[in-house]
């Protein structure tokens, strides 16, 4: 049963509390402890990586007193990213072990990503951002870039903004 406070609005359950500020800290920490009971090495493995990031992030020479949620988002996407770019090669390389070692690493980052848009919402929300900028070629990508950028953050790979883009200016010019 969870302790129940009162505050100045009324009633708040500290457990619900609890769950809606919950940092992506204290979800990591949650999940490597349930990891060493089930003897989970993958998910082991990948958990106290992204704590030593978040560790190293937060003691880094121009860290900030705390890490913002978007700071949080962009340091998974980058192991994301480091994971894919690790995976591209070791298949090139005929390394399917490596390879999947990458993969199933990946799979454990990604839930805690935020959902990544659909191919029709991206191309929806970067033909709002083209009208929006008033984009009409191919020359403008970089305006469109600079706010969809900022829009789309945390929502889609940046590599896949920008090829989305270029198709989407290239049918416009």
Known sequence: MPVVLKNTTGFL??????????????????????AMRDKDQVALRTLRAIKAALL??????????ALTE???IRLLQKM??????????????????????????????EQFLPA???EEALSTKLSEIISAVGASGPADI???MGQASKA?????????IAEKARALLAQNG
Not at 13 to 34: F, G
Not at 152 to 160: F, M, P, S, V, W
């Open 152 to 160: 789309l953050a945390g929502q889609a790979d940046g590599a896949r």
């Open 56 to 65: 190293e992030e937060k003691t880094a020479v121009n860290a900030k007193a």
């Open 116 to 118: 990544q848009l659909s």
């Open 80 to 109: 994301a990213k480091q994971r894919k770019d690790s995976m591209a090669i070791f298949k090139t390389q005929n390394r399917a072990d490596l390879a999947k070692i990458e993969s199933e690493e990946l799979d454990i980052l």
């Open 70 to 72: 978007a700071d949080e």
């Open 13 to 34: 359950s500290l457990q619900s509390k609890y769950t809606l500020i919950m940092s992506l800290e204290t979800k990591v920490m949650d999940r490597l402890k349930q």
């Open 142 to 144: 970089g305006k469109v």
